[in-house]
């Protein structure tokens, strides 16, 4: 891989220890996928907090922040574990908080964007079209590649800090045209989807992350109207069965306006998967891993959640009351708890009983000391979280509509729709 | 037998295989704590790849799967080497940062020639897999 004379200074550890690992990351990384050269990167976002990163990335994260060591580019930070603002309320234990104070210190030195949030695209890192970024978190980086047009890999969190910190990063995979064609084409004309809900969107992801692997699918008959939190609830799940990095949403995704321009030039005469509705039936019941009904907790959030999102759950709330034995919890970013606020939502959810917690994300952060805590059975609108609370942390999920979850936090049990 | 593959890092290592043909998420997926498969229904369900040379496709799920293997590493429960058809970005980056030797496309297709139990060598700095059965 060709370097400029800046990055070979930088490997020979003119800018400091940090920057020089970074570089080798790089180096070895762009080795790896034998890339010509490295590309500047306009926009950088980073995952993991203590759940996933434990003592040892703690570490590793303030090593790498010694000595000034700093992000050249604008980086963003996804959720943390606690809402520091409640971290009383919520007896979070202080192993966890001094933790969560040093990955702060380290990111705060590192000169990260403190935002907490997986929604970043909505609170401040946009992206433009055919912009080379490098985005951890899988799946808002499906969702730039998708629906902004902007180019990233699936980079682990590893590869992303040190781009941040060059500058550049490995031009190969998705930064490359050629190699954003489409590979495989899924019919879902079959589904009604007119009255699809974005949880059935992410029974369907789940369904075809399995089958499409690390492939790029082009959906055909997706409904131009489809609205944005469908989109989400596809594109979010199908990188936790799958791992694909581009998806064509054929009519939506910027570079795909047909399935001509999917493929880049011909389109193929034969489908490969269509999708009936027995198949996203099945991948909701799989999804689901509780048996017992009695609800410890209903949690949205993964992603957090959007003020339409809020303004849905608020509604279906308005007048009634969470049962006493069971919590609800509305995960977000700061800025739509602030947003909650001013626009009384927040009062409607206090109310009820509902709790709003900024910061954090419903996917790994709490369930760490909500199941110290004796949370063992929990209502989500996520598949992704579902996944992650369920094999990151034994909990037992059960997945739904949001209406279904808010109606099972009213009754205390899960009152989902057979299916 | 020899089967030359590209090297995604450097190092020789040389240990018992285990092999799945379905992709494998180090968040979620994989106990950094035992370096036991823990996803529901995985063809490595319970069983522990630590210490071995894990032969999979591919990573897949979580981008946050390399803190787990750092960790997993760490703790000593990280695989010996890896051999992927294709390295997935986390994957690649998990063995770029640990420095546990890995391998990625084959000439030959691993899952014929390579089965849970044999001896497997892996040399990075030449790129090459060796089966010694």
């Known amino acids: ?419 | 037998m020899i089967i030359k593959a590209k090297p995604v890092t450097r190092g020789v290592a040389q240990g018992e295989a285990i092999v799945s043909r379905m992709a494998i998420s180090f968040t979620g997926g994989m106990d950094p704590d035992t370096g036991i498969i823990r996803e529901p229904g995985h063809e490595l369900e319970g069983k522990s790849v630590a210490g071995k040379i894990l032969v999979f496709p591919a990573g897949k799920g979580s981008t946050t799967g390399s803190w787990q293997f750092y960790a997993a590493f760490k703790r000593g429960n990280a695989p010996l080497g890896i051999i992927n058809v294709k390295a997935e970005g986390v994957v690649a980056v998990s063995a770029i940062i640990t420095g546990v030797p890995m391998v990625h496309e084959p000439e030959r297709d691993p899952f014929q020639y390579i089965e849970t139990g044999d001896l497997v060598k892996i040399d990075a700095d030449e790129g090459l897999i060796e089966i010694v059965k």
């Open chain 1, 1 to 419: 891989m060709q370097l400029s004379e800046i990055q070979q200074e930088t490997l020979r550890g003119a800018r400091g220890p940090g920057a020089q690992k970074a570089m080798e990351i790089l180096k070895a990384y762009g080795a790896c996928y034998e890339a010509a050269r490295m590309v500047p990167v306009t926009s950088v976002h980073m995952a993991g907090n203590f759940p996933v990163l434990m003592d040892e990335g703690v570490e590793w994260l303030e090593d790498l922040s010694r000595n000034g060591t700093r992000v050249t580019v604008y980086t963003t930070k996804n959720p943390e574990m606690y809402d520091p603002e409640q971290a009383e309320e919520l007896l979070i234990p202080t192993y966890y908080q001094v933790r969560q104070k040093r990955i702060y210190e380290a990111l705060k030195a590192l000169g990260v964007t403190l935002t907490y949030s997986c929604h970043h695209y909505l609170v401040g890192n946009v992206p433009r079209f055919g912009d080379h970024i490098a985005w951890a978190s899988s799946g808002s980086q499906v969702f730039a590649n998708s629906v902004i047009g902007a180019r990233s890999n699936r980079d682990g969190d590893h590869v992303a800090l040190a781009a941040a910190i060059v500058g550049a990063i490995p031009e190969w995979g998705l930064h490359l045209t050629e190699n954003r064609k489409a590979e495989m084409v899924i019919d879902v004309g079959g589904l009604d989807l007119a009255r699809y809900d974005p949880a059935d969107y992410k029974a369907l992801g789940w369904h075809v992350g399995k089958i499409i692997g690390a492939r790029i699918p082009a959906f055909i008959n997706i409904p131009p109207d489809i609205h944005i939190e469908g989109v989400k609830g596809l594109l979010y799940t199908l990188t936790v069965t799958g791992a694909t990095g581009l998806v064509h949403l054929v009519g939506i995704t910027p570079e795909a306006p047909t399935l001509e321009a999917a493929f880049k030039g011909k389109a193929p005469a034969d489908v490969d998967v269509v999708v009936a509705q027995n198949d996203v039936d099945a991948a909701y019941r799989e999804i689901s891993s509780a048996s017992e009904k009695r609800l410890d907790m209903v949690i949205f959030g993964c992603p957090q959640c959007s003020i339409q999102e809020i303004q849905e759950i608020a509604a279906l709330l308005d007048g009634k009351k969470v049962h006493a034995g069971t919590q609800l919890w509305i995960c977000t970013s700061r800025w739509v708890k602030i947003l909650c606020e001013r626009m009384g939502l927040l009062d409607v959810l206090q109310s009820a009983g509902a709790r709003v917690v900024a910061d954090v994300g419903a996917a790994d952060g709490p369930h760490l000391y909500l199941k110290e805590q004796g949370v063992r059975v929990i209502g989500m609108n996520s598949a992704r979280g579902s996944y992650y609370a369920h094999n990151l942390f034994g909990m037992d999920t059960w997945f739904g509509s949001t209406e279904e979850c808010v109606r099972s936090a009213i009754a205390g049990q899960w009152r989902g729709k057979e299916r």
